[in-house]
């Protein structure tokens, strides 16, 4: 039987930028390390573990207790969700976040750029497996194209008879020094559901700091972010299109030792911001209608 991995390399492989290997617990990963940057991308969950600018520190954090098995999600990096955003809205029984990020996805196409830039497109169509927990037709794919900055951008298409909502986001994890000396421009003004308060509707005053645990639904929003981190003294600018929310998450001291897999000082040195379609933000496709929720990352050194 060919070596699926040297299959994938002999179709899709850029030489000197793009190579298919053995990730962790066997799991097929795809390699980029090309002029700009190196990153990485896992084929389970279309989920993108790491991405690193020449010059620059990791922009993404993973859990070092991240699991690497078939039918879990991985902990950190960039978590595709969709096509239900938290727990199911009528049944609690299927997956927290949707399916597409703890499913095996095929690798569709890579483009090397003119400018150096590498480009990998991942793509999960329904199954068997997906109707039994969504009973709708698709083709949601995950365009990662990897230079200075790194865009991402998921495309989901209504390939069935019948319309369908679905809501989704790119769970980005972002590397930081300390998350108490760390601010968030972009969001001050606007309102917010407060998962952890009752849903409760609140407006952000000022910059977004750290102090605890903190579950936010940013609404009405397709503002550009940016991480000020003074431990590491870089900006992290995070911008988006097809999007009007955001989320911000970080699981502090107790919720961080209740996960198995999350270190229970992780809390400290990681931030989710999220380009999500939630809350009321859903997407509405006729049959043939197509969806693009996109995110853009771009580190520049500070002091």
């Not at 497996?129 to 698709?138: M, Q, V």
């Not at 990662?144 to 989704?168: H, I, K, S």
């Amino acid at each position: 039987m060919p070596d699926p991995i040297a299959v994938l390399n002999e179709r899709f492989a850029i030489a000197g930028q793009l190579q298919f290997c053995t990730g962790e617990n066997g799991l097929p990963k795809a390699r980029i390390d090309n002029a700009w940057a190196t990153a990485e991308v896992y084929l389970h969950g279309a989920h993108i573990t790491a991405f690193q600018p020449k010059s620059h520190g990791p922009v993404l954090w993973m859990s070092p207790l991240a699991q690497f098995q078939p039918g879990k999600a991985i902990r950190g990096g960039v978590p595709v969700i969709w096509p239900w955003f938290g727990p199911h809205a009528t049944d609690r029984s299927k997956p927290q976040h949707g399916f597409a990020r703890s499913a095996e996805w095929q690798v569709a196409a890579t483009e090397a750029l003119a400018d150096g830039r590498s480009r990998l497109q991942l793509v999960l169509t329904d199954s068997d497996a997906t109707r039994a927990l969504w009973p709708h037709a698709f083709e949601l794919s995950l365009t990662v194209t990897v230079g200075a900055e790194l865009v991402m951008e998921l495309t989901c298409r209504n390939t069935g008879d019948q319309p369908f909502t679905a809501g989704g986001a790119l769970h980005s994890y972002f590397a930081v020094g300390d998350v108490t000396q760390m601010a968030v421009e972009g969001l001050a003004g606007r309102e917010y559901i407060d998962q952890l308060d009752g849903n409760r509707i609140k407006q952000q005053a000022g910059p977004v700091e750290i102090s605890q645990e903190e579950d936010r639904i940013y609404i009405n929003s397709a503002d550009t972010c940016v991480i000020h981190d003074t431990v590491l003294a870089r900006d992290i600018q995070i911008s988006k299109t097809g999007s009007q929310t955001t989320v911000v998450w970080n699981p502090w001291q107790a919720k961080a030792r209740a996960m198995a897999d999350f270190a229970d000082d992780g809390y400290q040195h990681m931030l989710c911001i999220e380009a999500a379609n939630a809350a009321e933000d859903v997407v509405r496709l006729a049959p043939g209608e197509s969806h693009t929720l996109s995110q853009m990352l771009a580190v520049s050194k500070t002091g």
